[in-house]
């Protein structure tokens, strides 16, 4: 079966502007989580969408938003980006829940100048 | 604060067994500890899932202590293509919180 696919790979945005990134979960998938990794930082929790409900939030600002379509599909928005943004943002899905095995794609990589 | 700690990094050679130990500071009582293994350019990739005691899969062994304070993940005879970053992870969606350590490089040499 198809793995998780996001879109785009690589992205390349101003400081102020705003960035949609898109998830595509594994067929069956309920569940879509969003992290940010960063080399000082490591792995961070953003969100976790299940049916269309957002069920769990990390500690990140507000200007980080997302939401789920009734295919499971995701998608997560940073608005007025800063410097500090940059990183590799992973999405993950499972049937039940983060405390599921999550299947990773392969990140968009978001470079803000 | 729930926090969860490993050491950044470890050396290897092929054919020898490695042991990579987690804290996890303040884990729930329903939270599952669960390893993931990350090649460059690639997202994680789960290895290994456990609650208590030991499991055991194709791949990996996890060790877990009956305070489930700590874990360890075991990768028996390792070869080179295991040379990567490995995460372990402790907290469940039931708390909300899920807390990645910040990793540990492995370096498997010939």
């Known amino acids: 079966k198809a793995g998780v696919t996001q879109t785009p790979r690589y992205l390349i945005k101003t400081r102020g502007q705003q960035v949609t990134l898109s998830c595509s979960p594994i067929?069956?998938?309920?569940?879509v989580s969003w992290y940010q990794q960063t080399p000082g930082q490591g792995l961070q929790f953003l969100f976790e969408?299940?049916?269309?409900?957002?069920?769990n939030k990390g500690n990140f600002p507000g200007r980080f938003s997302g939401r789920q379509f009734s295919n499971s599909r995701s998608e997560m928005n940073v608005s007025t980006l800063e410097l500090g943004d940059s990183a590799l943002y992973l999405c993950?899905?499972?049937?039940?829940?983060?405390?599921?095995?999550?299947?990773f794609g392969p990140g968009t990589r978001l470079t803000v100048t | 604060l729930a926090k969860t700690t490993q050491p950044i990094s470890m050396d290897s050679y092929e054919g020898q067994e490695v042991n990579i130990t987690c804290s996890h500071n303040?884990?729930?009582?329903?939270?599952?500890i669960t390893w993931y293994q990350q090649f460059p350019s690639q997202g994680p990739r789960f290895i290994i899932q456990?609650?208590?005691t030991k499991v055991t899969n194709e791949v990996a062994s996890l060790f877990i202590p009956a305070d489930r304070k700590s874990s360890t993940l075991s990768l028996p005879r390792v070869s080179l293509s295991d040379t990567a970053v490995y995460y372990c992870?402790?907290?469940?969606?039931?708390?909300?919180?899920?807390?990645f350590g910040q990793g540990t490089t492995l370096q498997v040499k010939p």
């Open positions: 993950a899905s499972s049937l039940k829940g983060q405390d599921d095995e999550q299947y």
């Open positions: 067929s069956g998938h309920r569940s």
């Open positions: 969408y299940f049916s269309e409900t957002q069920r």
């Open positions: 303040n884990i729930a009582t329903n939270d599952y």
């Open positions: 456990g609650y208590k």
């Open positions: 992870l402790g907290g469940s969606s039931n708390t909300g919180k899920l807390i």
